[in-house]
């Protein structure tokens, strides 16, 4: 397993833009398939993007042609870039790692090990 610790979550109006992080420790090569997810209040946390070990990235209908995950190897990271916000997209956003990239395990909060500590993406009209 590893650890991961977001940032980069913060206040924004409706059409901005956000980009967060996720350190991975002690290093990517060990976090296998990746993935971001989000949960806002009263809701349950559900899928945002996923990112296999071997380039394989998927995104939920809800934030297509939005957002887009990446990864540099280089610095450990994940990343999620966040286009376009809307109201809707206010959640608390998690970084999940050491998960099951099966086309129908990637989705699945269940599927992965390693989990951050969130980090509060609020967007206002």
């Known amino acids: 397993q590893v650890q991961l610790v977001e940032s980069g979550g913060g206040s924004v109006q409706a059409g901005g833009s956000l980009r967060l992080s996720c350190a991975i420790l002690?290093?990517?090569?060990?976090?296998?398939?990746m993935a971001w997810f989000r949960q806002a209040p009263g809701k349950e946390r559900a899928v945002v993007a996923t990112?296999?070990?071997?380039?394989?990235?998927t995104y939920s209908d809800a934030v297509k042609g939005r957002f887009t995950i990446s990864r540099d190897n280089a610095l450990n990271t994940l990343y999620l870039q966040m286009n376009s916000l809307k109201r809707e997209d206010t959640a608390m956003y998690y970084c999940?790692?050491?998960?099951?990239?099966?086309?129908?395990?990637?989705?699945?909060?269940?599927?992965?090990?390693?989990w951050g500590q969130g980090t509060q993406v609020t967007v206002s009209s």
């Open positions: 999940a790692a050491n998960g099951m990239c099966t086309p129908n395990a990637r989705s699945l909060s269940r599927s992965y090990e390693s």
């Open positions: 002690p290093d990517i090569s060990n976090a296998g398939c």
């Open positions: 990112s296999g070990r071997y380039g394989t990235i």
